[in-house]
């Protein structure tokens, strides 16, 4: 159960580890931060550093929706359920790019209790991602065909479709995805 929630987890941690470590950095230490009056102003434009890495995520979020319909080798008659999938990925980065952003700018005026609160705000956010990614790829799954469905399945396992479980063989393995 344990590693069946981890495989599941660990393609959402590492869209939120992206996102989240510029933010993080951002924060600054004591030695780093602004002079108090600086610090009570927050920026009205977008910082070059955190432009370069939105786009830099973008291209991310683009690199992963293209390794994903190759590997799920989507066809023309998915395309829709394909590109609602895509998108919503699209709009959870941006969403999640939005929210760090926002945080990183307000960060150092905030109090401890702010700070936590924006935090789990933060989560909140990545919670709500997750669930529309989830219903989106259900109606994406929804269209699979089977051969999809078992590299779709072995993807969000944590293996490659048709390596070997530990102590299973590979066709144990094939035949395990499919029910």
Partial sequence: MKTTLR??????????????????AQQ???????PAAAAQKPPTTTPKSAQDHGQKHADAVEQRIAD?????KITDQQ???????????RDNARKADEAFRERAQKLPTMSAPDAMKSYADLTETHADNM??????????????SPDQ???????????????PRKG?????AVSSATH
């Fill in 28 to 34: 600054g230490t004591p030695e780093t931060a602004p």
């Fill in 149 to 163: 469905k078992q590299i779709a399945d072995a993807m969000y396992r944590g293996k490659a479709p048709g390596a």
């Fill in 79 to 89: 395309s829709k359920q394909w590109d609602a999938f895509a998108q919503t990925m």
């Fill in 131 to 144: 669930k529309k990614l989830s219903s989106s790829f259900s109606d994406l799954y929804d269209v699979l």
């Fill in 7 to 24: 495989s599941l987890t660990l393609p959402a941690l590492i869209a939120f580890a992206l996102a989240a470590g510029p933010a993080m």
């Fill in 168 to 172: 299973k063989s590979s066709s144990t």
């Fill in 68 to 72: 994903l319909h190759a590997q799920l």
